[in-house]
């Protein structure tokens, strides 16, 4: 390599590394754009995609819409929904101790458990979409940490009454 | 119980093959499989000579989910959410690819403004795809601050796509007949702010690092591939184009609303490293200008046809090419007129594109294979479904 050609690579270099300073420098002058969490949170989060949660009636918000249809369950790829209804007693047993089943049960509408599991959950939406009384929807709950995974099956009944209550 | 004789056993074909020469003298290398710069599990067997490559071999199977016979035991609607997970870099192509073929099966009509709102989905996804590549690509190459930018940019991208998607990244967004739902009122005015921003950051990466000539040291001239190896190999996307070929599904066999707007395919003929690299970064403006197209003309209506809830679409088999951000995404479904499909079967860009990494990497350094490895752009799970 000639010293011409060593002279015209330091000058290329040199100027690649003012540029790069000068970009990063005024980088360095701008506002911080990360969210300092958790003394900041998000906000956009209304069409967040959470775990699935049931939708209250509209007279009655502690009681869901659901009427256990087991649609639902059917249609979840990753079988994380369990819906349990009371089972209809048989003739000549009714005075037996109330017995709960999976969804659907004849004679059964209203559901006695809905439990997720969102450690399983690929929330693809195909629970809300086969509803037909749209009982399921998103919540919009994106901190959800655990040492458990058992603590990631949610009771969705317990949680709207809670909900319910705080409204 | 007789004692088992692992000397039974057939030996592992790599390690036959890459026995030492007769000179002894050549070092075995395994680049993963959990090394940074092959993103993901991708094992590398190198066989070296001081510092130059001998001979490469990429070994796969370390993620290995068999999506495809997944998608034999579940329903035509369980299984969109795993496309979201073959290539969860542009998890929208695999969407309308997956969508795309079924309803060409079942003869679903997705109205106009869902191919819409389909078109801008996808596009933006490719742009966050080529944001994350060119970070990564040049954290792999020692530059830490490019990953930052990018970051910077894509996070207001991925706030448009989570307000419509209602995810960052594994969208399961397509349905059979259109979107799974409406755009917010504001997509359009976001995506055009979005798009105006990006081509103002442009320059800006341009003087940072594509004029650097740290970046074009490291990936000019190397890698360099001609258009025969990469048809020979059935490379596609910015692999095939960075060789000079401006091949585009988009353009070659227009899908969608493809076909209504007016785009350019960038080529570049140098075939290295470098020119992948300029292929991506044009096609951050390619995409834009798309983007720009697809919502400022959204047209009113429906965003969804009505498909049944319980799909069964009648006996045969159909196809659907889409462009995804690392090339041509094929997905291949043959119907038994049953729920489920009896076989799918799906077309990964980055196999062929990775396969041609055994010729490209033969005789170059070390260090040259990173630059290689990450020209091309691979996401693991694609290649090892
Ligand atoms: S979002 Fe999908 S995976 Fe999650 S519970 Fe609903 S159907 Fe199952
Ligand atoms: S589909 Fe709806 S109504 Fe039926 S069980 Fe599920 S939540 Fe209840």
């Known amino acids: ?93 009714e005075d037996a101790p109330m017995a709960m089943g999976p ?17 399983l959950c690929s929330l693809c939406g195909q629970c809300a979409k086969t509803c037909p009384v749209d009982s399921l929807r998103f919540s919009d709950n994106p901190y959800m940490v655990a040492l458990d995974r058992k603590e990631f099956r949610i009771d969705l009944m317990a949680r709207l009454k809670r909900q319910a209550e705080e409204e | 119980m007789q004692a088992f004789d692992t000397a039974q056993l057939p030996r592992d074909p790599s390690s036959v093959r890459f026995e030492p020469g007769p000179t002894e003298d050549k070092l075995i290398l395994s680049m993963g499989p959990q090394h940074p710069s092959t993103h993901g599990v991708l094992r590398i067997l190198l066989e070296l000579d001081g510092e130059y490559i001998v001979r490469a071999e990429p070994v796969l199977g370390y993620i290995h989910r068999m999506h495809e016979w997944m998608a034999e035991q579940k329903t035509y609607f369980q299984f969109m959410p795993n496309m979201g997970r073959v290539d969860y870099l542009h998890a929208m192509a695999w969407n309308w690819a997956y969508a795309g073929a079924v309803e060409r099966l079942a003869g679903i009509e997705v109205p106009e403004r869902g191919e819409h709102i389909r078109v801008a989905v996808t596009e933006l996804n490719r742009i966050s795809s080529h944001l994350l590549w060119w970070g990564a690509y040049l954290l792999d190459l020692g530059a830490f601050t490019p990953i930052m930018y990018a970051f910077d940019d894509r ?45 103002s950051r442009l320059p800006m990466y341009r003087d940072l690092v594509t004029d650097n000539v740290i970046l074009r040291g490291r990936c000019e001239g190397i890698g360099e591939m001609d258009v025969d190896l990469a048809r020979r190999y059935g490379a596609t996307g910015p692999v095939i184009r960075g060789s000079g070929a401006p091949v585009d599904t988009r353009r070659a066999e227009p899908y969608s609303v493809y076909g209504k707007f007016d785009f350019r395919i960038p080529a570049y003929s140098q075939g290295d490293a470098m020119a992948r690299y300029m292929v991506r970064m044009d096609e951050l403006e390619t995409s834009c200008d798309i983007i720009d197209q697809a ?91």
């Open chain 1, 1 to 93: 390599m000639s010293v011409s050609e060593l002279f015209e690579e330091a000058c290329t270099g040199l100027k690649s590394l003012f540029v790069g300073l000068g970009i990063t420098g005024k980088a360095f002058c701008q506002p911080q754009v990360t969210v300092i969490y958790p003394k900041q949170e998000v906000d956009n989060l209304s069409t967040f995609r959470g775990h699935v949660e049931l939708v209250g009636k509209e007279d009655d918000p502690s009681v869901p819409r659901c009427v256990a249809c087991g649609a639902c369950v059917k249609a979840c790829p990753s079988d994380c929904l369990t819906i349990l209804c009371p089972v209809p007693a048989k003739e000549g047993q």
């Open chain 1, 103 to 119: 969804a659907p049960q004849k004679g059964s509408k209203t559901p006695g458990a809905v439990i997720v599991d969102f450690s």
């Open chain 2, 155 to 199: 996070e207001i991208l991925l706030d448009i796509l989570q307000a419509v998607t209602g995810s960052r990244l594994t969208y399961s967004y397509f349905t059979f007949g259109g979107v799974y739902n409406d755009v917010p009122g504001d997509f359009a005015p976001r995506c055009l702010a979005f798009t105006k921003h990006l081509r």
């Open chain 2, 295 to 385: 919502v400022s003309e959204l047209p009113d209506g429906p965003c969804s046809a009505k498909a049944p809830k319980t799909l069964k679409p009648p006996k045969g088999e159909a196809c659907y090419a889409v462009e995804g951000a690392r090339g041509k995404i094929l997905v291949h479904v043959r119907s038994d007129g049953g729920p489920k499909p009896y076989r799918v079967k799906l077309r990964a860009p980055g196999f062929s594109n990775l396969s041609v990494f055994c010729e490209l990497a033969r005789g170059t350094l070390l260090a040259d294979a990173v630059s290689i490895l990450g020209s091309l752009d691979l996401v693991i799970p694609e290649i090892d479904r």
